[in-house]
């Protein structure tokens, strides 16, 4: 259920009929009576059958013939050096003034296109792989990990909320989740 609360642009002004959704969905012109019926300009024209069709005539022959698809090209994409990058693509300029390079994976973000930190991030991926360690946590895994694996979720997990449990969440209201040291601020 969505509920949506609007002000009037003109105060007190009275709208009738606005529960009656046959009301709001009519169209220019149409009116409702009490008993559901639509009255109002027709929906069909009627053509007088005497005339000729204008397919019977040709005047879509033209149309028929022409080929409406327009033809499709993929563009080159152009790779920009020192593009943006974090979140939805918003930041840049970042790494500049960095105290510490070492918490950086990526040499030289600022000035490397998307493609070139992503192959450069892969391959020291890859370098520091062990395939030892991957091993042993297949054959030999920790308890911790058992534990993980051997855990079934309920059944019940995917069903919507009972009538209870909706109105329990309605009832908790909404907390305060910030820190001291962000309120001081």
């Not at 012109?29 to 005339?51: C, H, L, Y």
């Not at 930041?91 to 040499?107: A, K, W």
Request: aromatic residues 8%; glycine residues 6%.
């Amino acid at each position: 259920m969505l509920t949506v609360t609007l002000t009037k642009v003109t105060s007190g002004e009275h709208f009738a009929d606005l529960d009656m959704t046959n009301h709001l969905l009519a169209r220019t012109g149409e009116t409702i009576e009490a008993n559901g019926q639509i009255k109002g300009p027709p929906r069909i024209q009627v053509m007088d059958p005497s005339r000729e069709s204008p397919w019977d005539t040709g005047a879509f022959d033209d149309a028929l013939e022409f080929d409406f698809q327009i033809p499709q090209t993929v563009e080159e994409a152009v790779e920009l050096k020192g593009g943006k990058y974090g979140f939805n693509n918003q930041y840049s300029g970042h790494f500049l003034h960095l105290q510490n390079p070492d918490v950086v994976t990526v040499s030289d973000p600022e000035n490397k296109s998307v493609l070139e930190r992503w192959e450069e991030m892969r391959s020291m991926e890859d370098a520091k792989f062990d395939k030892d360690w991957y091993l042993a946590d297949r054959y030999e895994p920790p308890d911790e990990l058992n534990e993980a694996m051997q855990f079934i979720l309920p059944k019940t997990l995917g069903d919507p909320f009972s009538m209870d449990e909706q109105t329990q969440l309605r009832n908790m209201g909404n907390r305060d989740c910030t820190t001291n040291s962000t309120r001081l601020r």
